[in-house]
């Protein structure tokens, strides 16, 4: 089958890592991957997004196909109450880093530490990022710690189960299928993002 220009998005999913390693602010691209999938859904009131266009799940199938034990991913993972939960989880966490750019915008001191799986403050003193206020580069560094946190865990159970099993959970995803489900008033049986 001839390939689209779509199917190569997993070249901007890893291109984002390669900018935000080589500079924090590019962190902020990342917000279109936040916004992109929930306006498709608010739209389209499908999960195009997912089926097409996420760079990360294309990438997490691609890496899948070498890495990958290819096991059924545990039931409580597609749990109601799991992604319910997760996503409710996130959505704090994500509430937290927005309270802490807020704070620098405040004047509190800039942290330059990126966190990963929410505990482990890594530091990054050697991001260069003086040209702009620090709330906005406290709010890359926060952003760039929840992007990391939630690649770490779809690679690992992209190891542990199958290629795509962090579709099963993503936040993302969770939120767009409620998204499609009061567009459509039923459950999208063409989610790409089953694992
Ligand atoms: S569930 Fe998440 S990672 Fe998977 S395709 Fe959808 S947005 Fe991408």
Known sequence: MKRKWY????????SYWV?????????????LFFFIPLLM???????????????RGQLLGLLGRKLSRNAPPPRFLRSYWFRGGFLAFFM???GLMLHSTYRVFSGAPLRQTVTLLWMFRLPWQWADVEMVAPWVAQFAF????????STVLGLLTMVLFRPRSWCVYCPMGTMT???????????????????
């Open 41 to 55: 859904a608010a739209i389209g009131g499908n999960k195009i997004y997912c089926n097409r266009y996420c760079g």
């Open 177 to 195: 299928q409620g998204i499609c489900k009061l567009r459509q008033g039923k459950e999208d049986v063409t989610c790409g993002g089953k694992g």
């Open 142 to 149: 926060g952003f760039f710690g929840v992007m990391m946190t």
């Open 19 to 31: 900018l935000g390693l080589c500079n924090i602010l590019f962190a902020w691209l990342g917000v």
């Open 92 to 94: 704090v966490m994500f």
């Open 7 to 14: 199917d190569y998005l997993w070249i901007a999913e890893l």
